[in-house]
């Protein structure tokens, strides 16, 4: 029978008090149970013990028992000065030295995993644990040191699997947890989180799960009212109740499922709503808006192929709007001869269609005639020049292309008439008067000297011509003046200068 170790000596090598229990063997373990029952016979031996010491000087107790009693016979002489101890005798002490060590160590073990309810999650590894602690403390008793060392090993070892066991453990009881968090069983639920916290205190995760544990029956109660608002249509109500379920638990899936389909709900409404407008925009001729429209539906299904439709159909018909509007302006401003305006109206149509032919070559016409409209203009308003040679003969050219335009409006055969006039009269000669002050000679370049006068009329042809007043005792003073074509009794003053 193996003798258990006695608590009043645990207490001394450890502050944690310990009793060591003898579970009975897991299933399926075939080894003996420990020999707790015999408590009462052990106290008595233990008893019988003591008084043997006194007879048996050469008898050693068990660790826990040398330690409080502290005066055996062998360790009071291997410590005595001046007293020699055999050499076999030194090897034994130092083995059961280590065989202490190894009994702390294991008991500081085996303390921890009480602490962590280990008998309820690793029941055979416990068993085992103390098995080999047994095992060692009868070696030790019989003085088998070497033995009781690996015992004691044996059960470090023990430990040592239990522990990493652990983990393992909390992971299994967090998932059974949550398993019937979700099954709505919430006694299960806090009794696995409550097992997990009982094992680790402060493990967070069953601390959450607990709290959830707690209000699970309610939650499950708000969810299911929801869902009854749900079937009946009324979205409101429902997120209501849902929100409701959410503050109390913030991680139940059914709560969050409800809201989900909640929102799916109120995203088809509102691109049911959007799709509406565009396509009422679309039936006013209202581009714009019915672009809008179709781009909030987009943001609430872009792959949806109604609205990619919608889309595509406003973009085509604005397009072939803005076209027409385009080549309607370009038409009118053909009509008024507003060539410039023409030519962009058609660029603007090209550049929302550039396969249109009757646009391109509409621009190019445009193009033309803008050109030949702002040469005509700067010819009409600078008269003068056509007295010259080069811009005379540029204002006949351009005369003989706008005379090739069939049909020509009356802006173009009110400047080619305006032109030719021009031209005939910057070739017919006028009638000049000159006045001076009768004190110098004059003379007009081209016709030549005309003496002193007050008033003296010659024959010029329009253009700029140049008189030199001759004065006395002074240099010549050169004039230049022009003479405008079809100008009415033209006078020019010669004056010297006082």
Do not use: C
């Amino acid at each position: 029978m193996t003798q258990p170790f006695s608590s009043a000596a645990r207490r001394i090598i450890t502050p944690a008090p310990f009793t060591p229990v003898n579970l009975p063997a897991p299933p399926g373990d075939t080894r003996a149970p420990l020999p707790w029952r015999a408590m009462l016979v052990m106290l008595t031996l233990a008893l019988l013990a003591l008084a043997l010491l006194l007879l048996l000087p050469r008898w050693t107790p068990s660790p826990l028992i040398a330690q409080s009693a502290g005066k055996a016979v062998n360790t009071v002489a291997s410590e005595a000065p001046g007293v020699a101890v055999p050499a076999d005798d030194q090897v034994t002490a130092a083995a059961r030295r280590t065989a202490q060590v190894l009994l702390r160590a294991v008991l500081a073990r085996l303390a921890e995993l009480e602490a962590r309810k280990a008998e309820s999650w690793d029941r055979s590894g416990l068993h085992h644990l103390t098995q080999a602690l047994n095992d060692g403390e009868k070696a030790y008793s019989e003085q088998r040191f070497r033995a009781a060392q690996d015992a004691y090993r044996t059960a470090l070892i023990h430990a040592a699997d239990i522990e990493a066991r652990l983990p393992g453990v909390i992971a299994s009881l967090l998932k059974s947890g949550d398993a019937a968090l979700e099954q709505g069983n919430s006694a299960a639920a806090d009794a696995a989180f409550a097992q997990v916290l009982a094992i680790a205190p402060t493990q967070r995760a069953a601390s959450l799960g607990r709290a959830r544990a707690a209000t699970l029956d309610r939650v499950r109660a708000l969810v299911e009212q929801a869902e009854a608002y749900e079937q009946m249509g009324d979205a409101d109500k429902a997120r209501e109740v849902y929100n409701d379920a959410h503050r109390l638990d913030a991680h139940m899936a059914s709560v969050a499922a409800g809201l989900a389909r909640l929102d799916a709900g109120a995203r088809v409404q509102k691109l049911k709503a959007a799709l509406s407008d565009g396509h009422r925009a679309l039936a006013r001729d209202d581009y714009s808006a019915a672009r809008e429209a179709f781009k909030r539906a987009a943001a609430l299904d872009g792959q949806a192929e109604e609205v990619t439709a919608g889309l595509r159909e406003t973009n085509r018909r604005a397009t072939a709007a803005a076209i027409a509007s385009a080549l309607e302006l370009a038409g009118r401003a053909r009509r008024e001869e507003a060539w410039p305006r023409a030519a962009q109206a058609y660029g603007t149509a090209l550049a929302l269609d550039a396969e249109l032919d009757d646009a391109a070559q509409g621009k190019q016409q445009a193009s033309l005639r803008a050109a030949l409209d702002a040469e005509l203009e700067a010819l009409r308003q600078d008269v003068l020049a056509l007295a010259a040679g080069a811009p005379r003969e540029a204002a006949q050219r351009a005369l003989a292309r706008a005379q090739t335009i069939a049909q020509p409006g009356p802006r173009l055969r009110t400047q080619m008439a305006a032109l030719s006039q021009a031209l005939r009269e910057a070739r017919e000669p006028l009638t000049v008067t000159l006045q001076s002050d009768d004190a110098n000679e004059v003379e007009v370049e081209g016709v030549g000297a005309l003496g002193r006068f007050k008033e003296r009329q010659v024959t010029l042809t329009p253009g700029r011509h140049a008189a030199v007043v001759h004065r006395d005792g002074a240099a010549p003073l050169r004039i230049e003046f022009d003479i405008a074509p079809g100008a009415r009794a033209p006078r020019v003053i010669l004056k010297s200068a006082p």
